[in-house]
């Protein structure tokens, strides 16, 4: 694939240097038919030096995982080779299955059931707590 | 249909609303005594609190319902490893409201999402126990007749005493009030306490390890259990517990009215001859938990 001219596909640009292969297997892209190319450590104007993934196929991200990750990147949906949207993503209010809580105290520890849900509780240093007992996860993922 | 699993789900105004109906069932128990008759209340203790489970069925026995319900999990079908939404809602199909205690954090919220009826979260292990705090609200006010203006010392085991978070939650909503944190290093107040609740709500505050420096300035001293297994070594432990003890001798540059409150049952960290001092309040604080139950009780099954 020519990393340059995807036709229609997903750019996921200023990606924090180091971070692109942990967003990959994020996103399960490792599970995808199509091309992907992880750009890593590529110069940048703003960062120094950021990762790029390249996705040849229009599919669904989910944009408040990525957010999560990595709040800074942007995403660039091109269609026929052109940019047609370039969004921006931010920490979401509530993630749901994305991360677990590792409170070995929590009802989620016992009950497999129930859906692992943070909330985000302060926002201007990005903690995210757990609904149910309100612990700080432990690792980012 | 509403639960009460963390203190802050209320408002100061439904907090003054309860503590008003808790007062006025204190004046008028009688016109109390029949307000929930045909209503149950099951007790679902997942774990035993004998004082906790006994307080919300005298709470109900007082407004003329009945109570069902198990004292402990071994006795229950949680035992045969019921999830607690299965078994929220069988016991809601019986009973009219129900009050949960469980050792893991965040069961009682699961239950409020399931239940049919109204939940109250009569503690979650180390996490929330609102009514708990409800009983101190009300105790204050009671005793000092205001929540503004105070000034509050919180003492012993900071880190870990889920009804000093709690009531630090609630009392951070009123004006002028200040907190006096009074404990070992080992178990200060958690920083996230500092961050995510009284800085942004601008609560002014101080740190000591000397109860007695600060004794003159307390509006309210919130006693708490210093446990042994909280240290990582027995020496430190024999050399602080003491420091956290009160007694009449250290109570004596305090204020006349302050007022000595401890969630109870106390081990050793308040000694018996205080129990006469007319500062002591904790025996109050349970006979209060029983009434704010009762308005609890009458709220959330929307009885006037
Ligand atoms: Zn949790």
Known sequence: MNIDSIRNGIVIDHIEAGKGMDIYHFLRLDELDCSVAIIKNAASRKMGKKDIIKIDSALDIDLDALGYIDPDVSVNIIENGELVRKMHVELPEKITNIIKCNNPRCITSVEQEIPHIFKLTDRSRGVYRCIYCESVPKHKM | ?????????????????????????????????????????????????????????????????????????????????????????????????????????????????????????????????????????????????????????????????????????????????????????????????????????????????????????????????VQRERFFNEADYIRLKDSYVLTNEKLTPAKPDMCVLHPLPRVNEISVDVDDNPRACYFKQVRNGKYIRMALILKLLEIE
């Open chain 2, 1 to 225: 249909m509403r639960s009460l699993i963390d203190i802050i789900d209320l408002t100061p105004e439904e907090i003054d609303g309860l503590i008003n109906t808790a007062e006025d069932i204190i004046e008028n128990p009688e016109k109390y005594n029949e307000k929930c008759r045909h209503k149950k209340l099951a007790t679902l203790f997942f774990e035993p609190s004998t004082r906790t489970r006994l307080s919300f069925e005298a709470a109900m026995l007082e407004l003329g319902g009945s109570v069902i319900g198990f004292s402990e999990s071994s006795s229950s079908s949680a035992a045969k490893g019921e999830s607690v939404s299965d078994t929220v809602r069988t016991v809601s199909c019986y009973a009219d409201i129900i009050a949960m205690r469980h050792p893991k954090e965040g069961a009682p919220m699961i239950a409020s999402m399931r239940s049919e009826v109204p939940i109250i979260n009569a503690g979650d292990g180390g996490h929330n126990h609102p009514t708990q705090t409800l009983a101190d609200l009300l105790t204050i006010k009671r005793e000092k007749g205001r929540f503004d203006n105070l000034t509050i010392g919180f003492c012993g085991d900071l880190k870990f005493g889920r009804t000093v978070h709690s009531l630090i939650s609630a009392m951070v909503r009123y004006e002028n009030v200040k907190f006096v944190f009074i404990s070992p290093q080992e178990l200060k107040i958690p920083d996230y306490i500092k961050s995510e609740v009284l800085e942004p709500n601008k609560i002014s505050f101080s740190e000591t390890e000397s109860l007695e420096e600060v004794m003159p300035e307390l509006d309210i001293l919130y006693m708490t259990r």
